[in-house]
């Protein structure tokens, strides 16, 4: 379909909380999801990051995720259900401020609940890397950025400058 414009640190919108994809929703969908994955393929390509995005990422003010590793993944109304007590310190990033890192804590392990496009409920158990990314992506649906989840004032360091970030460590 279409990339859209990324939304960008400072802008109000990315502060809200999305509405859920009702059933009668899913019809219109296709369009948006097509967007999702053009954006996030352009944007790795530009950036060589990049493995989901969240709809209201690109202005979409629905409960939807797009995640693209080794093949597409459509989540809707995504729901955390599940946390790892274990937390683990990660330098996040995020395609509404790309060139920033963020040091942040998540929990290690988590399960998601979500529909899929043909409204069936499916649930991931997700480890490390992916488990944070999902976390990351659910908080964008309720409005919130890794910015608000930094571990304390020194935790940003810009992308150019990530020789010099020391590494992650378990907490």
């Known amino acids: 379909m279409a990339v859209r414009k990324v939304l960008l640190l400072g802008n109000p919108a990315l502060h809200e909380v999305c509405a859920p994809v009702e059933h009668d929703d899913v019809g219109e969908l296709c369009g948006i999801v097509a967007d999702l994955h053009d954006t996030l393929m352009d944007f790795r390509a530009a950036y060589g990051a990049g493995r989901a995005i969240a709809a209201p990422q690109i202005g979409v003010m629905k409960r939807i995720v797009y995640m693209h590793i080794d093949k597409p993944v459509v989540l809707l109304n995504p729901v955390i259900d599940q946390k790892s007590r274990e937390m683990i310190a990660v330098w996040d ?71 010099f970030v020391i590494p992650s460590t378990q907490v």
Do not use: N
């Open 93 to 163: 990033d995020c395609m509404c401020f790309p060139d920033l890192l963020v040091e942040v804590l998540r929990h290690r392990s988590c399960r998601i609940t979500y529909r899929t496009m043909e409204w069936q409920t499916e649930q991931l158990t997700l480890e490390a890397d992916l488990s944070e990314l999902l976390q990351h992506e659910c908080d964008h649906l309720d409005g919130v950025l890794a910015v608000s989840r930094a571990i304390d004032g020194r935790s940003f360091a810009l992308r150019s400058q990530r020789a």
